[in-house]
């Protein structure tokens, strides 16, 4: 396991080497010298501000007021029964140059008193993500709620009123009717927002329309990439827009073990979408990097940056689970992500080799 190197403080942790002579508040450096920071995907565990392991499994990021908020699962607790970790609840980072993180505690929180509630420690809350919304200046999540089985099958919706929390509990529902898997939500230029999810036990990847103030499905809807089911199935969508035009990247579905990614590109969100084969290219390319998507951000203030996201699942203890992000390459009509060991924010002002 590599550790991160700080040039002035003997410290850190790992996944980042940053040269910072000291780190404050929402992951602001303290002082105005310069730094150097480096991504090291999936190699070792990540730090944040405080030294602890970066718990945000699944996750997702909001950008708002330049400041990003990473949403994911705290899987801080015991594997049981070698596949799941009792619900602790969606954790909430913050940080201005995406390297290092300020935790802001649990932005939902597990309810542990009602063995009932969506929330219980027993059932499943996975791959949170969280949107605002301009016209109720609410901060909305949707996440995945399920029971230990993945037969429960529904999204959860919380809100609040500040990014970090803590998130309000609304309900949980299987949108349009259909079971609902793994998903993302998706807020586009014109303000209309989009649920993304696995749905009919993995036959189909729904995209529903989501009501103004982003809370309900509105009935509006399309089912695209119709599969048999697992494995050739798809789930951990991750989507983005790029000059007018939609990326979906998509997982098989095994489990926690990695597997080939799938992208498909759409000129409107409710497609056609046309699917163009794994973005990975290289070694390891078939089990994506050993990972799995779970989200596409764009870098702020950065043209044509965008960051693919994945979990490195280490199924036989979740906590340990690590992150793996690299930058996304377009080229002609397409995508293309290749392993880096290191990399920084600098390699998007390079050109795209063709
Ligand atoms: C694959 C999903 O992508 C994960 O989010 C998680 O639900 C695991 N399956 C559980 O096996």
């Given at each position: 396991?590599?550790?991160?190197h700080?040039l002035?403080?003997?410290?850190?942790?790992?996944?980042?080497?940053?040269?910072?002579?000291?780190?404050?508040?929402?992951?602001?450096?303290?002082?105005?010298?310069?730094?150097?920071?480096?991504?090291?995907?999936?190699?070792?565990?990540?730090?944040?501000?405080?030294?602890?392991?970066?718990?945000?499994?699944?996750?997702?990021?909001?950008?708002?007021?330049?400041?990003?908020?990473?949403?994911?699962?705290?899987?801080?607790?015991?594997?049981?029964?070698?596949?799941?970790?009792?619900?602790?609840?969606?954790?909430?980072?913050?940080?201005?140059?995406?390297?290092?993180?300020?935790?802001e505690?649990?932005?939902l929180?597990?309810?542990?008193?009602?063995?009932?509630?969506?929330?219980?420690?027993?059932?499943v809350?996975?791959?949170?993500?969280?949107?605002?919304?301009?016209?109720?200046?609410?901060?909305?999540?949707?996440?995945?709620?399920?029971d230990?089985?993945?037969?429960?099958?529904?999204?959860?919706?919380?809100?609040?009123?500040?990014?970090?929390?803590?998130?309000?509990y609304?309900?949980?529902?299987?949108?349009?009717?259909?079971?609902?898997?793994?998903?993302?939500?998706?807020?586009?230029?014109?303000?209309?927002?989009?649920?993304?999810?696995?749905?009919?036990?993995?036959?189909?990847?729904?995209?529903?329309?989501?009501?103004?103030?982003?809370?309900?499905?509105?009935?509006?809807?399309?089912?695209?990439?119709?599969?048999?089911?697992?494995?050739?199935?798809?789930?951990?969508?991750?989507?983005?827009?790029?000059?007018?035009?939609?990326?979906?990247?998509?997982?098989?579905?095994?489990?926690?073990?990695?597997?080939?990614?799938?992208?498909?590109?759409?000129?409107?969100?409710?497609?056609?979408?046309?699917?163009?084969?794994?973005?990975?290219?290289g070694?390891?390319?078939?089990?994506?990097?050993?990972?799995?998507?779970?989200?596409?951000?764009?870098?702020?203030?950065?043209?044509?940056?965008?960051?693919?996201?994945a979990?490195?699942?280490?199924?036989?203890n979740?906590?340990?689970?690590?992150?793996?992000?690299?930058?996304?390459?377009?080229?002609?009509?397409?995508?293309?992500?290749?392993?880096?060991?290191?990399?920084?924010?600098?390699?998007?002002?390079?050109?795209?080799k063709?």
């Amino acid at each position: 396991m590599r550790m991160i190197h700080c040039l002035v403080l003997p410290c850190l942790v790992l996944s980042v080497i940053c040269g910072s002579p000291s780190i404050g508040a929402s992951g602001e450096p303290s002082s105005g010298k310069s730094e150097v920071c480096t991504f090291l995907p999936g190699q070792g565990t990540w730090l944040d501000t405080d030294g602890h392991a970066i718990q945000a499994h699944g996750g997702g990021m909001l950008y708002h007021e330049g400041i990003y908020y990473w949403y994911g699962e705290n899987k801080d607790g015991p594997t049981l029964n070698g596949n799941r970790v009792d619900v602790i609840g969606i954790s909430c980072y913050s940080s201005r140059d995406l390297y290092r993180w300020k935790f802001e505690g649990l932005a939902l929180k597990a309810v542990p008193d009602d063995p009932k509630h969506d929330l219980h420690p027993s059932r499943v809350c996975e791959r949170p993500k969280v949107i605002f919304n301009d016209k109720t200046r609410k901060f909305v999540m949707w996440v995945h709620i399920d029971d230990a089985k993945y037969q429960y099958a529904r999204t959860g919706v919380a809100v609040s009123d500040t990014p970090v929390g803590p998130f309000r509990y609304v309900e949980s529902f299987r949108p349009n009717g259909g079971e609902s898997r793994d998903m993302t939500v998706f807020k586009d230029d014109d303000g209309k927002a989009y649920v993304i999810f696995g749905t009919g036990w993995h036959t189909h990847v729904q995209i529903a329309d989501l009501t103004d103030d982003y809370l309900k499905p509105s009935g509006v809807y399309t089912n695209h990439f119709q599969r048999p089911g697992p494995p050739t199935s798809r789930e951990a969508p991750a989507i983005f827009k790029h000059q007018g035009r939609y990326y979906l990247i998509t997982s098989g579905t095994t489990g926690w073990a990695c597997n080939e990614a799938m992208y498909a590109v759409a000129d409107s969100i409710h497609g056609p979408w046309v699917e163009k084969g794994n973005p990975c290219v290289g070694k390891n390319a078939d089990k994506t990097f050993f990972a799995q998507s779970t989200f596409v951000l764009p870098v702020a203030g950065k043209k044509d940056a965008f960051i693919f996201m994945a979990d490195r699942w280490n199924s036989e203890n979740l906590r340990d689970s690590q992150y793996v992000w690299l930058p996304v390459r377009f080229t002609d009509g397409g995508i293309r992500l290749e392993w880096l060991d290191s990399w920084d924010l600098s390699q998007f002002d390079k050109p795209t080799k063709p």
